[in-house]
């Protein structure tokens, strides 16, 4: 009974410390808000389209391993960097500053600099969010157990300007044109003027709302989907869009900033983080329709629309964090290095902190004059991430396999046949990347071309994933594949597993040099097979040549099956096949010559 | 010492015997003696029982039998066409080989890729026999089996039957540290490949490359230019190695009348070179 009693003391206190006391925000966040169909929203919107949202610097910030100091390197050319001491529990990004927390006390940073702006004691309560205009601070606090929220401005001296309270779930606020922008209950966002505390507008938004924030010089409300407030927010249908529910965003769909909000360092190395950013003003969508996940040291980006991953690299050590920016996205490692990764997956290094961090933020809102590359998806995109041994890299890279399986095209399918014939691959990830390639119903001519390889000890060729690709190449009728098949089933370099496969393709697929291969295969084998892969194998080829091949075809196969020397199991296989699909009547075009 | 006599006198009638016997069963040119039509079918018949010890058996006196074995290639290859267990291939491949070599050519063909490696083993060591057109394309392909001892088998038979057409092959596998590709190489290269002799001698152990030295010193054709014998030479004339002093003198006393002049003057200059080592 003595605890909550004496938190909320604390809080009274820190609440007004160096500013006056306590005031509720009577008219901020009524119910009795007037219902005017938008008007009080385009009202306020014509108001604030006046002023220009300004781009802050392009800077990379972080929070230290022992997370005792929050540092930030410039990304604008001049690699200035600069470090704060300060405890961080969470840290964002806004304008020209970094707003940190910890130990009840949030600091405003100028990002050029690294000087204090201004310190807030703000007591055992979260950080929401904030937003700073260049002249003044706006926090979002939200109360723990005891519930509610606060919304606190204050100016560079610390000074509050205004402060409201709520017993309303208050979201991450937006602060332009001296209007701050606040999100609550997840639907409603009010626009309340800094100077008199009324609220000028109230936005009904048909997202679900959590976060108001700046980026690329316009204004957004949402979560997972977005709301633009342009002229268009009192519109029975407001400028809205989200992130499809593709495979590799899984749960994370968050479509805010990462740096928007803040970071809180227990989430800073959750397994999976996204990067996005929303388009300039009057575009529609995300920068470059392109979004990126984190996974561990793994960067990839994916296309919005389709969903295609359009490459995956892993640049450096387990990644802190990033950014993305038009024309491709920053990523900051733990050893604090940062890497630049274009559109078309080039990486380059750009930059480094001067010490190991526990995670890390990139805004940048550099306007990049070079519409940015957009790459096919080639091995060298995806190699790094795809042959790595890290097993904790496994899901993506099952993921990956299974987003190139529906590309349908040549250049996916020859990724998926480097790596399913690749040495280094992890057990896993080649058993994928032979299941998709089975599964493949395109990418015919790339296959046919990957057959014309074999496993050779001069020229260093491992054996290709022969077996995966007749199965697909039989399902797609590919008759153009069966020479280089029927090579394979006789090469005593291809994998046993793939023998099975390739021999049904050729049942499928053989014309008469084919048949003769074939012939050769159930001689050396109908007595010789050794295990199943082998057995089955020449089953499928006496098969073929009984229900396909010239009478003398018809006629070795019968006395084989009735030869004791006739590997039992072959004998077996082949009584069931052509217990089924009787013997030939011999097709003239492939008996041979 | 009686009882040393004794047992002097045992092993001395013991040995007799034995070397009687040896010299029975392995008389040069084996039984001159036809097999009778009776024999020839029980041993058709035992060959077709698909029993691994007649059938070995059969074979064995099939191959012994310089007068009759040719009349049985056709069973033989006929045995191979049908299939047979890869615990008996090589042995009625090497058999096939002995009794009739061109008709079993394109039975090793087909053996050469079977899965079994001691199957393909068996058909490179017959290819090699061959020195036909197939058969050193057959030998090439073999080159670049995963199995060392075929891919040594199939180089030995190239370098025998002159191939030069597999010189780059060869050249590629010396330097991929394949010591055995050495000396067909030295049989076989013309011109460019020849170049790795040269690197050969200056940097493998003279144990690794005499032989191929000794080989390519032995050609006398156009193929083996005289410049890549003057390099090998001032290559093996930087070893300060004993060895290498013996084995140049001995090189320029083995050295054909045919060598040029630039050759024996090269020789000359490789021994003087190596003067400080002992001979």
């Known amino acids: ?76 050319g001049t690699q200035h960097a600069w470090a704060y001491a300060h405890r961080v529990d969470q840290l964002l990004i806004t304008g020209d500053v970094v707003v940190a927390s910890g130990d009840g006390e949030a600091v405003v940073v100028d990002l050029r600099t690294g000087r204090p702006l201004s ?48 017993d309303e779930s208050l979201g991450a606020p937006a602060l332009v044109g001296g ?56 519109a029975a249908r407001p400028t809205r869009f989200a992130l499809p529910p593709h495979a590799f965003l899984g749960e994370t769909r968050r479509a ?18 996204l990067l996005v950013k929303a388009a300039p003003d009057p575009g529609l969508g995300f920068e470059d329709n392109v979004y990126y996940t984190i996974n561990y040291g793994a960067l990839t980006a994916v296309d919005v629309g389709s969903g295609h991953p359009l490459w995956s690299v892993l640049p450096g050590a387990d990644a802190a964090g990033g950014g993305s920016y038009h024309g491709g996205a920053y990523l900051c490692d733990v050893e604090g290095r940062i890497f630049r990764v274009a559109l078309d997956g080039a990486v380059s290094p750009t930059g480094r902190f001067n010490r190991p961090l526990r995670s890390c933020l990139v805004r940048s809102d550099a306007v990049v004059t070079v519409p940015p590359h957009r790459p096919d998806p080639t091995t060298k995109n995806f190699s790094s991430v795809l042959l790595s041994s890290r097993p904790e890299l496994l899901p993506l890279q099952l ?7 529906k590309f349908g095209t040549d250049e996916a399918a020859q990724v998926l046949l480097d790596i399913a014939e690749a040495p280094k691959t992890m057990k896993d990830v080649s058993d994928r990347a032979r299941t998709v390639i089975a599964s493949l119903r395109t990418g015919r001519a790339a296959m046919v071309t990957r057959l014309g390889n074999h496993a050779d000890f001069l020229a260093e060729h491992p054996a290709p994933a022969v077996g995966p690709m007749a199965e697909a190449l039989a399902t797609m009728g590919a008759r153009e594949a069966a020479p280089e098949l029927a090579r394979h089933l006789l090469d005593p370099a291809t994998a046993e597993a793939d023998l099975p496969a390739i021999a049904r393709a050729l049942r499928a697929l053989a014309g008469a040099n084919e048949l003769a291969k074939l012939r050769q295969f159930f001689a050396l084998y109908r007595v010789a097979a050794r295990g199943p892969h082998q057995e089955a194998a020449c089953a499928v080829a006496g098969e073929a040549l009984a229900t396909q091949g010239s009478p003398e075809d018809v006629a070795r196969v019968d006395k084989a099956q009735n030869d004791v020397s006739t590997n039992a199991e072959v004998r077996r296989l082949l009584a069931e096949a052509l217990a089924k699909a009787p013997r030939n009547v011999p097709n003239p075009s492939r008996t041979p010559p | 010492m009686g009882r040393f006599l004794r047992v002097l006198a045992w092993v001395v009638v013991t040995e007799s015997l034995a070397r ?41 006196e099939i191959v012994g039998n310089e007068a009759s074995r040719r009349e049985f290639g056709p069973t033989l290859a006929a045995l191979l066409d049908a299939g047979v267990p890869a615990s008996l291939a090589p042995s009625l491949l090497s058999a096939l080989g002995t009794v009739d070599g061109a008709l079993g050519a394109s039975r090793f063909i087909a053996y050469a890729d079977h899965r079994d490696v001691i199957v393909r083993r068996a058909a490179a060591t017959e290819l090699s026999k061959l020195h036909t057109v197939p058969a050193r394309a057959a030998l090439a392909v073999l080159l670049r089996d995963f199995d060392g001892d075929v891919r040594r088998l199939s180089a030995a038979g190239l370098g025998d039957a002159a191939a030069s057409e597999a010189a780059p092959d060869l050249a590629r596998l010396w330097e991929r540290g394949e010591r055995y590709a050495l000396v067909p190489l030295a049989q076989v290269c013309v011109g460019a490949p020849c170049a790795s002799l040269t690197k050969a001698a200056g940097a493998a152990p003279l144990a690794d490359t005499s032989a191929a030295v000794q080989v390519f010193f032995s050609r006398t054709d156009r193929g083996a230019p005289d410049s890549v014998k003057v390099d090998v030479l001032a290559a093996l004339g930087a070893s300060k190695a004993p060895a290498v002093r013996a084995f140049l003198t001995d090189l320029s006393e083995r050295a054909p009348k045919a060598s040029s002049a630039a050759v024996r003057a090269a020789l000359e200059g490789a021994v003087r070179a190596t003067k400080g080592a002992p001979p």
Do not use: Y
Not at chain 1, 399 to 405: H, P
């Open chain 1, 1 to 76: 009974m003595r605890r909550p009693a004496f938190a909320a003391l604390v809080l009274a206190a820190c609440f007004g410390c160096g500013g006056p006391a306590f005031e509720t925000g009577a008219r901020a966040f009524s119910p009795s808000f007037p219902v005017d169909n938008g008007a009080s929203i385009a009202r306020v919107r014509a108001r604030v389209a006046k002023t220009p949202i300004p781009r802050g610097p392009d800077v990379a910030v972080g929070i230290a391993q022992d997370r005792n100091s929050v540092s930030a390197v410039l990304l604008d």
């Open chain 1, 119 to 166: 310190r807030r004691k703000i007591g055992p309560v979260r950080l929401v969010g904030a937003s700073d205009d260049g002249t003044m601070t706006v926090l979002t606090l939200r109360r723990g157990g005891i519930g509610g929220s606060s919304v606190v401005v204050f100016d560079r001296s610390g000074n509050v300007l205004r402060r409201i309270e709520s």
């Open chain 1, 179 to 234: 209007v701050v922008f606040v999100p609550w209950k997840t639907q409603s966002v009010s626009a309340i003027e800094v100077t008199t505390g009324e609220e000028l507008g109230r936005f009904t938004s048909p997202v679900v709302t959590e976060s108001a924030f700046t980026s690329n010089g316009s204004i957004f409300f949402g979560d997972q989907e977005l709301v633009r407030f342009d002229d268009a927010i009192s």
């Open chain 1, 256 to 273: 805010v900033p990462e740096s928007a909000v803040p970071l809180e360092v227990s989430d800073a190395n959750r397994p999976s983080r």
């Open chain 1, 399 to 405: 993921s990956l396999l299974d987003a190139l399986g």
């Open chain 2, 20 to 60: 009687a016997a040896d010299s029975s069963v392995a008389a040069p040119g084996g039984q001159r003696k036809p097999f009778t039509a009776d024999q020839r079918s029980a041993l058709r018949r035992r060959l077709e029982t698909g029993d691994e010890g007649a059938v070995r058996a059969a074979l064995h």
